[in-house]
């Protein structure tokens, strides 16, 4: 078991930049696949980025360019550097971590554990 916790949530306007953080606590032994997915009301939770446990990073067409994930290791810590943000990356930001591989890289199935969402609002 993980246990994850968002933080780095808030307002911007259009252009700005957030950086979220998702710390991770309990069986931090093992290494896992970590990702961002993101919903917004009405919409389905969507995969933003991934992060492998051998570096290998994945992520969402739109997102290309502007977002950056990383993780500090020892920390037990995964970022997600968001710039260049527009009204439609409004939406509740979620951590999400699996022990194995997803066979889907950015499918919300494919994950086990998730935090409790940060929540990010891009005014234009």
């Known amino acids: 078991q993980v246990q994850l916790v968002e933080s780095g949530g808030g307002s911007v306007q259009t252009g700005g930049s957030l950086r979220l953080s998702c710390t991770a606590s309990g069986n931090t032994g093992s290494r896992y696949y970590m990702a961002w997915f993101r919903q917004a009301p009405g919409k389905e939770r969507e995969g933003v980025a991934m992060?492998?446990?051998?570096?290998?990073?994945a992520y969402l067409d739109s997102v290309k360019g502007r977002f950056t994930i990383s993780g500090d290791s020892a920390e037990k810590i995964l970022y997600l550097q968001m710039n260049s943000l527009k009204p439609e990356d409004t939406a509740k930001y979620y951590c999400a971590a699996n022990l194995y591989r997803p066979s889907v890289l950015l499918r919300s199935s494919a994950y086990s554990y998730w935090g409790q969402g940060t929540q990010v609002t891009v005014s234009s």
């Open positions: 992060l492998s446990i051998n570096g290998l990073t």
